[in-house]
């Protein structure tokens, strides 16, 4: 989803986001956006929900660049984990109550943001190093970044216990930040 190239560019925006410079956000808006709606999409099953999601987490970004710090992780993977977290409360403040009842009755045609992200070559990459990975770490990342699950959640539904759910995701995460960066 972001190459060394953006990642650059992003931490430069988010410094300028920190000193209260809007370009530097309307610069990460207009760049990531429709990725990060499509992140959010996956989440919540409703484009509105999304939408919400990503205006929350745009919200954070801004109050919040400042506390980015590039040695815990890439700028891209800190966005997505702020978009992830935005949308995940969202789906909890709703109780998770079914969201087949608030479909559009017609279908929208225009592609959204995740189906023109599915067909790329990073999509790709993604699903080779998933599929590189022990069946019970992927399932794990599955559940809780495509499916939303939380940690908590996780551990009751599988019946693990927390710790090793949370460790099993961060050796997982881990396995595949190795195998999809470029050699």
């Known amino acids: 989803m972001f190459d060394a190239r953006s990642a650059t560019e992003l931490s430069e925006w988010l410094g300028q986001c920190a000193a209260g410079d809007r370009a530097g956000l ?7 956006a429709g990725r ?8 919540t099953g ?72 599915v067909g790329g070559a990073e999509v790709e990459g993604l699903r080779r190093c998933l599929g590189a990975l022990d069946e019970e770490r992927r399932d794990l990342i599955v559940l809780a970044f495509f499916q939303g699950l939380s940690h908590a959640e996780l551990a009751d539904r599988l019946a693990m216990p927390l710790g090793t759910i949370k460790s099993s995701i961060r050796r997982g995460l881990a396995a595949l930040k190795r195998c999809l960066e470029p050699a």
């Open 26 to 32: 309307r610069r990460i808006y207009d760049g990531y």
């Open 36 to 43: 990060l709606y499509g992140v959010a999409l996956r989440i």
């Open 46 to 117: 409703q484009p509105a929900l999304a939408a919400d999601a990503i205006h929350d987490a745009f919200v954070q970004v801004w109050e919040n660049a400042s506390r980015y710090d590039p040695t815990r992780g890439a700028p891209g993977a800190w966005l997505v984990s702020v978009v992830r977290y935005r949308a995940l409360d969202i789906v909890r403040r709703r109780g998770r109550e079914s969201l087949v009842d608030e479909l559009p009755e017609t279908a929208d045609d225009a592609p959204d943001p995740l189906a023109r992200l």
